[in-house]
T-cell receptor
């Protein structure tokens, strides 16, 4: 079955600094990959997704992610973090019918 | 109005009690899912349904059952709740077809089993 690893449980960045959240997946074929964000007390909101084609995908709120097949990675990036980006971020992969999530990375933004 | 709603939003129950969590959607999607979220574990799939007559077990179905009453409704039951079922439960939906893998989530139900 497919699986996802998010190596960083918690990341702290200063407001205005750049951000990269790591995601590694395991799946034998070309996966469908997703990043979701969960604000405190809220459900999950889709940031972006990769199905095929251009390996650099743009999402909402200024986020982007790059699919690297050779590294089995789908890292999320943002050039300048805002205080409102503080949340938990989940990477997910869909293989044969069901979606598997990583354990999540909690982002703290310092003033 | 929200596209995916869950009731109740919060629930406290006792060990051994039967409890039902409900999910409704107005997105017109065929596929519905139930997940639980535990700190440090992310979301794990309990059950999923690709249409009213198609229900499948997910990663962690033991201790749970589901009912797909209509295209728009998908209920999760805990027949005899136990404390380790204390978690945040999410319902999600997706469409069939090319974008069928994109899931849309409800706001969650926080369940505490004493």
């Amino acid at each position: 079955a497919q699986s996802v690893t998010q190596p960083d449980i918690h990341i702290t960045v200063s407001e205005g600094a750049s951000l990269e959240l790591r995601c590694n997946y395991s799946y034998g074929a070309t996966p469908y990959l997703f990043w979701y964000v969960q604000s405190p007390g809220q459900g999950l909101q889709l940031l972006l997704k990769y199905f095929s084609g251009d390996t650099l995908v743009q999402g909402i709120k200024g986020f982007e992610a790059e699919f690297k097949r050779s590294q089995s990675s789908f890292n999320l990036r943002k050039p300048s973090v805002h205080w409102s980006d503080a949340a938990e971020y989940f990477c997910a992969v869909v293989g044969r019918g069901d979606m598997r999530f990583g354990a999540g990375t909690r982002l703290t933004v310092k003033p | 109005d929200a596209d995916v709603t869950q009731t109740p939003r919060n629930r406290i129950t006792k060990t051994g009690k039967r409890i039902m969590l409900e999910c409704s959607q107005t997105k017109g999607h065929d596929r519905m899912y139930w997940y639980r979220q535990d700190p440090g574990l992310g979301l794990r799939l309990i059950y999923y349904s690709f249409d009213v007559k198609d229900i499948n077990k997910g990663e962690i179905s033991d201790g749970y059952s589901v009912s797909r009453q209509a295209q728009a409704k998908f209920s999760l039951s805990l027949e005899s709740a136990i404390p380790n079922q204390t978690a945040l439960y999410f319902c999600a939906t997706s469409d069939a077809g090319r974008n069928g893998e994109t899931q849309y989530f409800g706001p969650g139900t926080r369940l505490l089993v004493l």
